[in-house]
């Protein structure tokens, strides 16, 4: 069983960094695709960024490219994501999922076992 757990979130100012950090508290997800994704208040869930299992594949928002850095560490069930030059406009609640695979952002629905979220907010 996948159950996410997110961490790292805080509040921040704009230009500074902030680094999220997603595990599994369940089986690995070695085998998994893992994304990130963000909900704003009021808007949609949104995709931000997804990595392949073996971690060689990445994806990105073009809101985030050049800023952001999806990685991950299999041997101990960790994926980060690395966020730096922050924007007020990345305010939001951060998860993570699994999903079939890291080509597979732009359909949220195909991502599960979703955590709980962790709150990022930058200040102007």
């Known amino acids: 069983q996948v159950q996410l757990v997110e961490s790292g979130g805080g509040l921040v100012q704009a230009g500074g960094s902030l680094r999220l950090s997603c595990t599994n508290s369940?089986?690995?997800?070695?085998?998994?695709?893992v994304g990130w994704f963000r909900q704003a208040p009021g808007k949609e869930r949104e995709f931000v960024s997804t990595i392949s299992s073996g971690g060689a594949f990445t994806y990105y928002t073009d809101s985030v490219k050049g800023r952001f850095t999806i990685s991950r560490d299999n041997g101990n069930n960790l994926v980060i994501l690395q966020m730096n030059s922050l924007k007020p406009e990345d305010t939001a609640v951060y998860y993570c999922?699994?999903?079939?695979?890291?080509?597979?952002?732009?359909?949220?629905?195909?991502?599960?076992?979703w955590g709980p979220g962790t709150q990022v907010t930058v200040s102007s």
């Open positions: 369940g089986r690995t997800f070695s085998s998994d695709a």
């Open positions: 999922a699994v999903g079939p695979s890291a080509s597979a952002y732009y359909q949220v629905s195909l991502w599960r076992s």
